[in-house]
């Protein structure tokens, strides 16, 4: 049951409205941004909420029961908002978001609640951002377990698969001499070719800090990224860069030593091999 303060009921009762409708956003490093599309700020129960010409909601498809609830929303990009380093980095991934409306001749009467949730896929295209809202009932629908295969379901290096990558070749830092949305140089990269393939980079500063990207090729001196950076990292910016793993296990065994955490099922008969007997 939603609620609401006895103002904002009279507001809504007005044959003539002055709503306006609020984006509140609260990212995992406790970052939160509000947002309106309201021509001028608002501050609402505390929080500002930013006026932004351009934010077009979806319409809420609020259901009963265990289905999930829908809503999306775009708007221009924006670096004292929602900027695009912001999404590559991933800062906006599973935030949490409150949908509501509030009288904008009275924001001190509160907000009225319409719908709650968390970002799911945000994507960009030109100048503009779109996400995806997903409501809670939609954490219900995830698969929980362990998919059983020849293939590790461990994440390369974490608890579960045991590998120590501090002080062993296969994590170092460097810094960026020169750099392209898709390569990085680095002359102190002294590695052979094909060391850090299918890998991961990690940009430790400046905007892109955070920024999590996949390596498709690696040579003495330099790396290619598998996608372009949304922007170019400048000279003297700080990278992590980890060997890759294709989670076989031969893998495991030979370039790792860990055969004995392998979190997979090697000896899996192939379903295909089955049906041809």
């Known amino acids: 049951m939603r609620t609401t303060s006895a103002a904002l009921a009279a507001a809504l009762a007005r044959p003539l409205g ?10 995992h490093d406790g ?45 221009p ?23 509501a409306i509030t009288d904008w001749t009275a924001p001190e009467a509160g907000r009225l609640l319409l719908a709650a949730g968390r970002i799911g896929e945000i994507s960009i295209t030109g100048s503009r951002w779109r996400a995806e809202l997903r409501g809670v009932s939609q954490r219900l629908q995830q698969g929980i377990g362990i998919a059983y295969g ?23 830092d460097g810094v960026i001499a020169a750099a392209t949305a898709t390569a990085i140089a680095d002359p102190a990269r002294t590695e052979t070719a094909g060391w850090f393939d299918g890998g ?12 999590v990207a996949d390596v498709a090729i690696s040579t003495p001196g330099g790396i290619v ?21 294709d ?18 099922f090697p000896f899996t008969p192939d379903p295909g091999a089955l049906e041809a007997e």
């Open 150 to 172: 020849p293939d590790c379901t461990a994440d390369f290096a974490d608890a579960r698969c045991g590998v120590t990558v501090a002080g062993t070749g296969f994590e170092v």
């Open 247 to 264: 989670k076989r296990m031969a893998t495991c065994a030979a370039r790792f030593d860990n055969a004995a955490s392998f979190r997979g």
């Open 31 to 75: 970052v939160v941004i509000g947002l309106t599309d309201h021509d001028r700020d608002l501050v609402v129960e505390g929080t500002l909420y930013r006026a932004r010409a351009g934010m077009v909601p979806g319409a809420v498809d609020a259901r009963t029961g265990l289905g999930v609830d829908g809503l999306d929303v775009g708007g």
């Open 77 to 99: 990009l924006d670096d004292d908002a929602v900027s695009a380093a912001d999404i590559a980095c991933g800062r906006f991934d599973d935030a949490r978001v409150d949908f």
């Open 18 to 27: 002055s709503l306006a409708r609020l984006w509140r956003v609260e990212r």
């Open 225 to 245: 990224l598998a996608r372009p950076l949304p922007t170019t990292p400048p000279a003297g910016c700080g990278y992590r860069l980890r060997v890759g793993c």
């Open 200 to 211: 991961r980079l990690t940009i430790l500063d400046g905007v892109l800090a955070g920024l």
